[in-house]
């Protein structure tokens, strides 16, 4: 049994930081790759950052040069660093996984989800 578990959201200004993490237990079959998501109010699901099994990462366009992820394999945990938080970066934070080798940017694609964790920046 996959569980993932976010913390480390929370209310800050614009301009501020935070770094979110995401606790994995279980067994998830390699190679995998763990996706952040977020979801702002009354928005879709979107993809933010993913990292491969292999280390590689991406990041999506509107995070790009603020956000990065990261993972310490040692203690099963993911990472997301936010810098110079923006208004619209506000919704929940999910982690999830997926095995394979490539990483999407579907929700839909990703079987193992945590419970989220909000992430309010205000102006």
């Known amino acids: 049994q996959v569980q993932l578990v976010e913390s480390g959201g929370g209310s800050v200004q614009a301009g501020g930081s935070l770094r979110l993490s995401c606790a994995a237990s279980?067994?998830?079959?390699?190679?995998?790759?763990m996706t952040w998501f977020r979801q702002g109010p009354g928005k879709e699901r979107d993809w933010v950052a993913f990292i491969g099994t292999d280390g590689s990462t991406r990041h999506a366009d509107s995070v790009k040069g603020r956000f990065t992820i990261s993972k310490d394999n040692t203690r099963n945990i993911l990472y997301l660093q936010m810098n110079t938080l923006k208004p619209e970066d506000t919704g929940m934070y999910y982690c999830?996984?997926?095995?394979?080798?490539?990483?999407?940017?579907?929700?839909?694609?990703?079987?193992?989800w945590g419970q989220g964790t909000q992430v309010t920046v205000s102006s």
């Open positions: 999830a996984a997926r095995t394979g080798w490539a990483c999407r940017v579907r929700p839909a694609d990703y079987s193992y």
């Open positions: 279980g067994y998830i079959a390699s190679p995998y790759c």
